[in-house]
């Protein structure tokens, strides 16, 4: 199992920038993909950005494209979501998952991930 801890949400006016990060421990060793997913109230959990954990690959919804960046730091077991341009609709609780039982390659689906985060909350005022 993997625990996971993020960080890094807040209060930030349209057009800011906000950098989340996701600490992971545990079996780490057996992670194969780390997403980033958020749920607005009312909707789906909806996925944002994905990044393989030893190629580096990276995956990005639509609507986040050239405007978030995902990233990982090895050596600390951490994934960061750099989160540039900020848009109200962009307000959500930001979760991060862990692939870390068997490898699905379904990056885009909640269902793929095993260990999930707490959450943290990213909230863009207009």
């Known amino acids: 199992q993997v625990q996971l801890v993020e960080s890094g949400g807040g209060l930030v006016q349209a057009g800011g920038s906000l950098r989340l990060s996701c600490a992971a421990s545990?079996?780490?060793?057996?992670?194969?993909?780390m997403g980033w997913f958020r749920q607005a109230p009312g909707k789906e959990r909806e996925f944002v950005a994905a990044i393989s954990w030893s190629a580096g690959s990276t995956y990005y919804a639509d609507s986040v494209k050239g405007r978030f960046t995902i990233s990982r730091d090895n050596a600390k077991n951490t994934v960061y979501l750099q989160m540039n341009s900020l848009k109200p609709e962009d307000t959500a609780v930001y979760y991060c998952?862990?692939?870390?039982?068997?490898?699905?390659?379904?990056?885009?689906?909640?269902?793929?991930?095993?260990?999930w985060g707490q959450g943290t909350q990213v909230a863009v005022s207009s």
């Open positions: 545990g079996r780490t060793f057996g992670v194969y993909t």
């Open positions: 998952a862990a692939e870390s039982k068997r490898y699905r390659g379904r990056y885009r689906l909640p269902s793929s991930y095993d260990d």
